[in-house]
């Protein structure tokens, strides 16, 4: 995983794709290949003090419609049927569990998530969004079913570059 420090031009960016301010935003974790970020990492406690297990927040819209519609038919429930029979993706899928805890373990403690990633992970699943921001995030081989989401997306930004940032504003 490589962070990349963000700009006020990538603030605006995720404002913009969000509808709102983005809270506790401590770096770009991914970018879509039109340059804008989709992936922000997020500290795991907001400035009000609610404790926030979401390290990885997935902002493009249009990725975010794209796994709606993936979660609409049923690929999560699929997935988590998976995990019941499966025992290698079970091992790597618990691997990633652990690796999102420490990923969020070095941005600070929060003892109210302790122990609690995100996703559904390591037992269940559910929410496709934060497995594949994780996988985004992290590249490829860290989260298994967050791999399989994103290869189901294909190239979301292909057909309409989903850039939200003017041309003159783009660095």
């Known amino acids: 995983m490589t962070d990349a420090a963000f700009s006020p031009t990538d603030v605006a960016c995720v404002e913009r794709q969000l509808g709102r301010a983005p809270r506790a935003m401590v770096a770009v974790a991914h970018r879509c290949a039109c340059g804008a ?16 297990p979401t390290t990885f927040y997935l902002t493009c819209p249009r990725v975010n419609g794209a796994i709606g519609t993936l979660e609409a038919s049923g690929l999560m429930r699929d997935m988590e049927s998976r995990l019941g029979t499966d025992e ?15 990923d969020r373990g070095i941005l600070g403690e929060v003892s109210e998530i302790e122990g609690i990633s995100a996703g559904g992970m390591p037992n269940r699943v559910k929410c496709l969004h934060v497995l594949a921001a994780h996988a985004l995030a992290c590249g490829p081989g860290v989260n298994p079913l967050g ?14 570059p989903c850039s939200v940032l003017p041309e003159d504003e783009a660095t």
């Open 88 to 102: 290698d993706l079970a091992a790597a899928y618990g691997a990633a569990h652990e690796a999102y805890l420490a």
């Open 147 to 160: 791999d399989e989401v994103v290869a189901a997306l294909g190239t979301w930004w292909a057909t309409n």
């Open 37 to 52: 970020p989709d992936v922000v990492r997020t500290l795991p406690r907001l400035p009000d003090g609610t404790p926030f």
